[in-house]
């Protein structure tokens, strides 16, 4: 089954399947040489793609995304072709994704992206509407990484698997959570007002 057609119930902007295809067959090439996602084949892409896109059919409207050691571009990029109205910053601290995501941010000609290179904790405190996180560290660890770029009305929201009950133990700082199930993906969305 096709990207457009497993993704047609979200109602993405036609410049998301345009700006998929690139980023597709980039990351191919590129992944030949710098091996920078697991995802060797266009149907893992696609599933990868479908995984990071999906919350958008119930995510709420914001103006400014973090994604936390965006890899490749895993939910990040994704989510910045989706939403182009929201300011999407990628963090990542290897020189070789980060290149990468810098490459197809300019081949795109994507303004609503801004990539840095360095590790979250390193980075100037700035406040975020959103943080996002898929397959980085546990839901502890990452609410400690994000503590200076959050405030009372951010939320956060991580790509977890089915072990993300497990981690709901942790969470402490008296934060409301939604577990959204959806076969082998578990979203997890945090926030003092959700």
């Known amino acids: 089954m096709g990207l457009r057609l497993q993704l047609q ?8 399947f345009h700006y998929a295809a690139k980023y597709k067959e980039h990351l191919l090439k590129w992944n030949k040489i710098h091996n920078l996602t697991g995802a060797k084949d266009e149907k893992t892409l696609d599933s990868f793609i479908v995984d990071a ?9 914001i103006n400014s995304l973090m994604d936390i050691g965006t890899g490749a ?13 929201t300011h ?7 020189a070789k994704r980060a290149s990468f995501l810098q490459f197809i941010k300019a081949d795109l000609g994507l303004q609503n992206v801004t990539i840095v290179k360095k590790r ?10 959103m943080i996002t996180s898929r397959a980085v560290t546990d839901t502890k660890m990452l609410l400690n990484l994000s503590k200076k770029h ?11 698997g089915e072990k993300v009950f497990d981690e709901m133990d ?15 993906r578990h979203y997890l969305l945090l926030g003092e007002n959700i």
């Open 88 to 94: 999407v910053t990628l963090v990542e601290p290897l």
């Open 9 to 16: 119930e979200l109602h993405l902007p036609e410049s998301f």
């Open 73 to 85: 571009g895993f939910p990040g990029m994704i989510l910045a072709f989706a939403l182009s109205d």
């Open 170 to 184: 942790d969470v402490v700082e008296n934060m409301h959570y939604k577990v959204i199930e959806k076969q082998n």
């Open 150 to 160: 959050r405030d009372a009305d951010t939320k956060l929201f991580f790509y977890k």
């Open 53 to 61: 896109v999906y919350p958008v059919s119930f995510l709420p409207k």
């Open 120 to 129: 979250v904790e390193d980075m100037d405190s700035q406040i975020f509407d």
